[in-house]
């Protein structure tokens, strides 16, 4: 069989999955393999007629993969899956409030600077500022906001 594409994936603890996907001749299929410590431990496989509807390629085998592991180690797989498939909804954030910090900061100094990072900020859901942020000094807030930017960049 042809194949189509490889990847390897860590999960941690010594345990890693190799999958690769090969053509067959109704449609294509992927493989996975289960590898605690350099030896197989499981394997899957996963036989598709048309196209998937995963979060990631091999989502699907490796979640198989997962079912035939001891508990544990299936479910360090299954997290690993929900992780990996989860986008990062707050880069774009990040980035736009990291090129407003800058434009501010060259254009109308820190206190500009922070309150437009601050309106951006105040658009994400579930984000509350601390009450007494209107009280605080301009270079902590920048500090504060800066912080914000890093871990919202964090996949």
């Known amino acids: ?3 189509l594409s490889e990847k390897t994936f860590d999960i941690g603890n010594g ?3 190799d999958c690769r996907s ?5 449609g294509f299929r992927h493989l996975a393999v289960a590898c605690g ?3 197989e431990v499981a394997k899957a496989k996963a036989c598709y007629c048309n196209r998937t509807w995963e979060g990631f390629e091999f989502e699907s085998v490796i979640q198989r993969v997962a079912g035939r592991l001891p508990k544990e180690q299936g479910a360090a797989v299954l997290a690993f899956c929900e992780k990996y498939r989860e986008p990062n909804r707050l880069a774009p954030v990040a980035a736009v409030m990291g090129l407003l910090g800058l434009l501010g900061l060259l254009a109308e100094g820190l206190a500009e600077s922070n309150a437009a ?3 951006i900020l105040k658009t994400v ?8 942020w209107d009280g605080l000094p301009e270079d902590v807030k920048a ?7 890093k871990v919202m960049r964090e996949p």
Do not use: C, F, Y
């Open 15 to 17: 345990l890693t999955i």
């Open 125 to 132: 859901p579930g984000i509350d500022l601390p009450a007494d």
């Open 143 to 149: 500090k504060r906001l800066a912080g914000v930017v």
């Open 1 to 3: 069989m042809k194949t």
């Open 22 to 26: 090969e053509r067959t001749r109704s």
């Open 37 to 39: 410590n350099g030896r």
């Open 117 to 119: 990072q601050t309106r």
